[in-house]
């Protein structure tokens, strides 16, 4: 009878206060890939950083990508970041580990990939991935400006 009451006030708590449980949506170990839908985007002044802001996913939504090869201020265990926003469930993730970067001829960024661990911003669930990006440059009199010709990031849900 205790039980049988106890059960009911508590029900009764969660039913008039909300309280919802949330089950991941995602298969644990299964891979999504995200890639850019336009066939270039322009990102503006080439800089320190490789930073290009609302590109659209074949997913939906658009990614900001904000990274810097060398570290932050030179800081080693800060380069930079990417911020999903609409894409999927995916949230703000930062690169904790050095990307792998190629240059082109002027010593400009040619490809980058980066390694990455995250949160889902629906039900806190985590993910890795890894996003190789590709540059291409073109000089606006003594100005260099970046295009991103091609990103790839392949999420999985742990």
């Known amino acids: ?12 708590l969660a039913l008039t206060f909300g309280v919802t449980a949330h089950a991941q949506d995602e298969t644990l170990g299964s891979q999504s890939t995200i890639t850019m ?35 932050y201020n030179n800081n080693r265990t800060n380069y930079g970041f990417i911020l999903f926003n609409g894409v999927a469930d995916l949230g703000g993730i930062a690169i904790a580990s050095r990307p792998t970067i190629t240059k082109d001829a002027n010593g400009n960024v040619a490809s980058m990939t980066v390694m990455f661990t ?21 000089k606006g009199g003594t100005l260099w400006y970046q295009t991103l010709t091609g990103a790839t990031l392949t999420i999985t849900y742990n």
Not at 40 to 61: H, I, K, M, Q
Request: glycine share 14%.
């Open 37 to 71: 839908s336009v066939p270039t985007f322009a990102c503006g002044r080439a800089t320190l950083n490789e930073y290009c802001y609302d590109v659209p996913t074949s997913l939906g939504g658009k990614l900001w990508l904000d990274v810097y090869p060398n570290g």
């Open 118 to 138: 995250g949160t889902t911003a629906d039900d806190v669930g985590t993910y890795t991935g890894t996003g190789t990006f590709t540059f291409s440059y073109y």
């Open 1 to 12: 009878m205790k039980h049988t009451l106890a059960a009911g006030l508590l029900l009764a």
